[in-house]
């Protein structure tokens, strides 16, 4: 079945240590997302990326970092200058690019992995 | 820039009641407007949509329509199920991304 897999589900780091989260789409999907999950405060997004090879910060990219070498994987690394990292982490993709028209805004996401931090 | 702002949860109902969750937002022209689900420990799925003034979208007996006078989108569903709760996210699109509300919890009881 094509979706999202992300992993690991779950995932607990120490102060001070690095860590990726896994993202993979067999859709087919241009465009990959990464959005950050907190209690009362929605979705905020921190990269996102149109093509292979490109991506953009989005509202909360500080102490984040993505690539995007392949077209089915867009890895997250959480790194030690995340202030706050302990939270539930959303991968996404859509169908084409958002800016054009054959886009029609839709996103599939993964399951989530959430991450704690001792 | 775009905003989408939700009525505060968590909303309690009893099966086969009324439900309505406001959506409200502020974006510059006529953004295409959503409503994603979340059940419990899943990623957020997409219920339903509207790409333009005056469009229902509708599914699973849910309803919303786009109503550009106001810039509203409410969630509405005339008779709710256990089953339904979940969390609900109203959501516009922009540019090149998609700008989501807080989120409101909805649990229905038996």
């Known amino acids: 079945d094509g979706g999202i897999t992300q992993s690991p589900k779950y995932l607990f780091r120490k102060e001070g240590q690095n860590v990726t989260l896994s993202c993979e789409q067999n859709?087919?999907?241009?465009?990959m997302y990464w959005y950050r999950q907190d209690p009362g405060q929605g979705l905020r997004l921190i990269y996102y990326s149109q093509i292979v090879n490109d991506f953009q910060k989005g509202d909360i990219a500080e102490g984040y970092s993505v690539s995007r070498e392949k077209k089915e994987s867009f890895p997250l690394t959480v790194t030690s200058a995340q202030k706050n990292p302990t939270a539930f982490y959303l991968c996404?993709?859509?169908?084409?690019?958002?800016?054009?028209?054959?886009?029609?805004?839709?996103?599939?996401f993964g399951e989530g992995s959430r991450l704690t931090v001792l | 820039g775009n905003s989408v702002t939700q009525m505060e949860g968590p909303v309690t109902l009893s099966e086969e009641a009324f439900l309505t969750i406001n959506c409200t937002y502020t974006?510059?022209?006529?953004?295409?407007l959503f409503w994603y689900v979340q059940y419990p420990g899943e990623g957020l799925q997409l219920l339903l949509k509207a790409t333009k003034a005056d469009d229902k979208g509708s599914n699973k007996g849910f309803e919303a329509t786009y109503r550009k006078e106001t810039t509203s989108f409410h969630l509405e569903k005339g008779s709710v199920q256990v089953s339904d709760s979940a969390v609900y996210f109203c959501a516009l699109k922009g540019y090149s991304t998609l700008t989501f509300g807080k989120g409101t919890m909805l649990l229905v009881s038996p």
């Open positions: 974006a510059t022209g006529y953004p295409s």
């Open positions: 859709l087919n999907h241009d465009a």
């Open positions: 996404a993709s859509s169908r084409g690019l958002l800016r054009g028209g054959s886009n029609t805004g839709e996103l599939f």
